[in-house]
């Protein structure tokens, strides 16, 4: 407390470094591009001016996997792409992020059948559903937003 | 136009004894599997149909002959639509490959071959297309199940939730 | 147990040649997930040092099974599974199945529907190939045209949105019409897409076509002729580039068409170049075409009065018994289609897009067959890379315009 009012003007502020470390990894989370189906469509219409997603830090999408750390899994994946996607988020390096958008990263989706995997939490353990088919980008918005939420309220014990 | 594909039918009628089906305007031949791969060089040769659109199958379960490839035909210059029927038996189905004739064939026989089973004499890459490389099966013959999955309502969520692989770290 | 595995290097021993099992070539893999294949695209490439000798594709990674799905629903409700195949073009694909169930039922369509048909189908033309401009230059590394052509489509996905209330994914055309009229901001909203647009496309032109990058990198890149076309059943953009004045659209309409006067924008050169000027040509067609659409749009019903096979208007349910039995039937069972097998075509962005339906005489379709254009376009792959350069695979995918879902249903 004393620092702050002897030091106020010398642009020093005392946090947690729980709050700092949160911060940063929520501000700029770098996504993979993972684009299947028609979500992809979607995204890249998040990623473009109307809805931009780079005011949330998403500016570059990383075609690799070992410099990205947020994995959008959009559309529907398949049971012949089933390892590649788990092969893919094995290679991202921690901390990392899954958000299933879509119906059919979701559950399935409209698909129920033998060739789209019900839901690509059976593959990945999974941080936000979004739900639509395929979901607005104010939905996706509304998705990276919990994450940020999630992420902001990430304990010590956990990655430390 | 139509009288172009009248003289098809006559030239295959003729040739290869192709008994002939009208629907909604639509003419379809059918042939047996053995003269298969000289009726379809006439087509492009003699009669002009040089696009081969279309290379599928129909499974009829129960009955004898269980599949039914299909093929599609269009003539650019003379704007005609004529389709194939070849009969193929339950038991070994066989057929010989047209991809010598319309190389085009290539990737729709592996298809076929990929999800009903049937097999193509001569063809230069007989490898599944579009099921995995190790899969059993073909899915799209009757007898195949649908893979149709329980949905995961709230009255059955506990029960699902202990059975349902779940991915981890 | 099966893993999934996709195919390895063993397997493909026969395609690749003896300099490539030796190891004097290398057998890359451009993997299913790459930013510069548009989707879920397997492509083995053998090269020496940067010369391609071959590329092999291999597809199957979105396979969904829409064909045996669409066995097990009834034919208004497998309608919904059409959306998602090719999902640039979902209206075209709805397009093609009603006409075919139209056909297989002979149902009669009036005319204002099928002016209201035209005006979607080549407004999602136009979507479509402004996603491919976008995509194309963000491949080659023109970053501005991505930008700009999501900016249009926006104002296109409104009008859909306006419609039908989805903004990709509509099922707005059923069999026997559409779902329900236009609302009244539907012709402003077009007009105003109409007015804006030509200076648009004249932007995009002003940024690639005279770009001396651009051409460097498009011109005499994937070359294919005209018999190997022929071979390979390759229609669209592809076939026009190389000279062919062919499109589904004036040779076998449908939908209302020929009341319609455009042109087929056609170029000789059968490169990367000629397709690129051939989809830019089309979209000004497009806009012509719904220039004339809209000012000749009938009055009348939307929908069919056959009502063994649309449904009745809901205001209709609470007065008319016959109505709620209709209703009733045809939501639960579904109506039933003759015995016999037909095949439709249309003219979708990437070529002909063809459905062969077969009914058995019971409410569900016995075998729905896609021809999609994507796949047989895509054969040619290996045919349009020989001798070219490793940068110039990106270009070459970008040009043949496939969408995945399109490829492996």
Redesign the interface.
Known sequence: MGIEQKAGNLGIVTTTLEDVVNWSRYNSMWPMLFGLACCAIEMMSTQASSYDLSRFGMELNRASPRQADLMFVAGRVTRKMAPVLRQLYDQMPAPKWVIAMGDCASCGGVFNNYAVVQGVDEIVPVDVYVAGCPPRPEALIHGVMALHEKVRHEKLAKWA | MNDHIQRAVRVLSERFKAEKRE??E?V?LVLTPETLNEAVRVLRDELNF?????V?A??YLGEEPRFNV?Y?FYS?EK?A?L?LRVPVESLNPHLKTIEDV???A???ER?VMDMFGIIFDGHS?P??????????GH??RKD??????E??FTFNFDEIDLR?????? | MTENRSTNFEELRHLLSDRAVSGETVVLNMGPQHPATHGVLRVLIELDGETLVNAIPDIGFLHTGVEKEIENKTYQKSEVLTDRLDYMNPIGNNLAYCLAVEKLVELDVPPRAQAIRVILAELTRLSSHLLWLGTTGLDLGAISPFLYTMREREALLDIFELCSGARMMTTYIRPGGVWRDVPGEFEGAVKNILATFPKRIDEYERLLTKNILFLDRTSKIGLITTEDCYHYGITGPVLRATGIKHDLRKAQPYSGYEQYDFDIPTETTGDVLGRYRVRVAEMRQSLRIVDQALKQMPGGPVNSSNRKFVPPPRSELGESMEALIHHFKLWTEGFPAPKGSVYVAVESPRGELGVFLEGDGGPKPYRCHYRTPSFANLQTLPLMVKGRFMADIVAIIASIDIVLGDCDR
């Open positions: 629907f909604r639509q379809t040089n696009m081969m659109m279309d599928t129909v499974d299909v599609q650019l704007n639509r389709s319309f190389p085009g290539n990737w729709y298809e890459d490898r599944r297309i579009i099921m995995p490389a190790d899969w059993q899915p799209l195949y199940p649908l893979g149709y999955e949905v995961q349902k692989p779940k991915g981890k770290e």
